[in-house]
């Protein structure tokens, strides 16, 4: 299993807002930043919020990012059927017997 | 505009070598620390290896350590990792990234379309 938790499915209406959560350690979360990666079906993943809560140009206002201690969320307000992909978090880990990266499991978003 | 193009992938039989290629443009490859992750079919991601802009930092996920080896030539622009020693557990969509900086711990910015590596007998 992943070492960062994140549910595996979520959903909403057109218009709505979602929230999805990733939770980890304090190797992990609790002393780095978060970044959020979005992957429509078929397609590499693309970077949608890095260090917490910032947008790289190009991504909508619609997501937005927070953290707090070990646990971390992207929110989706707004939501449009565009938005239906697969969302994984992931932080740097600085555990004492590793350096690494790790990613969450993946939360697959369905647009109803 | 940023382009990573892999190349390397295909079918190979379980304690088999392979080496994976990344082709870099549109950036100043040097400036930048390098990642491969992969994607086993159906699952989600998985960080394997990163390298930092000068391979002065070098890290593994434990599940390839001591199996794959990743470097770099900043003179050719270009991502290599050797794996050694294949299992089946290593068959997986294998993506080249770029990190937002120069260190390994710079979270990664763009994503190569991936080369499929399938470990079978």
């Known amino acids: 299993q992943s070492v960062l938790t994140q549910p595996p499915s979520a959903s909403g209406t057109p218009g709505q807002r979602v929230t999805i959560s990733c939770s980890g350690s304090s190797s992990n979360i609790g002393s780095n930043t978060v970044n959020w990666y979005q992957q429509l079906p078929g397609t590499a993943p693309k970077l949608l919020i890095y260090s917490n809560n910032q947008r790289p140009s190009g991504v909508p206002d619609r997501f937005s990012g927070s953290k707090s201690g070990t646990s971390a969320s992207l929110a989706i307000s707004g939501l449009q059927s565009e938005d239906e992909a697969d969302y994984y978090c992931?932080?740097?880990?600085?555990?004492?017997?590793?350096?690494?990266?790790?990613f969450g499991g993946g939360t697959k978003l369905t647009v109803l | 505009e940023v382009q990573l193009v892999e190349s390397g992938g295909g079918l190979v039989q379980p304690g088999r070598s392979l080496r994976l290629s990344c082709a870099a443009s549109g950036f100043t490859f040097d400036d930048y620390a390098m990642h491969w992750v992969r994607q086993a079919p159906g699952k989600g991601l998985e960080w394997v290896s990163g390298i930092s802009w000068n391979s002065g930092s070098i890290g593994y996920a434990d599940s390839v350590k001591g199996r794959f080896t990743i470097s770099r030539d900043n003179a050719k622009n270009s991502l290599y990792l050797q794996m050694n020693s294949l299992r089946a557990e290593d068959t997986a969509l294998y993506y080249c990234?770029?990190?937002?900086?120069?260190?390994?711990?710079?979270?990664?910015?763009?994503w190569g379309q991936g080369t499929l590596v399938t470990v079978s007998s």
């Open positions: 990234a770029k990190a937002r900086t120069l260190q390994l711990w710079s979270n990664i910015d763009y």
């Open positions: 992931a932080a740097w880990d600085d555990s004492l017997n590793a350096l690494n990266w790790v």
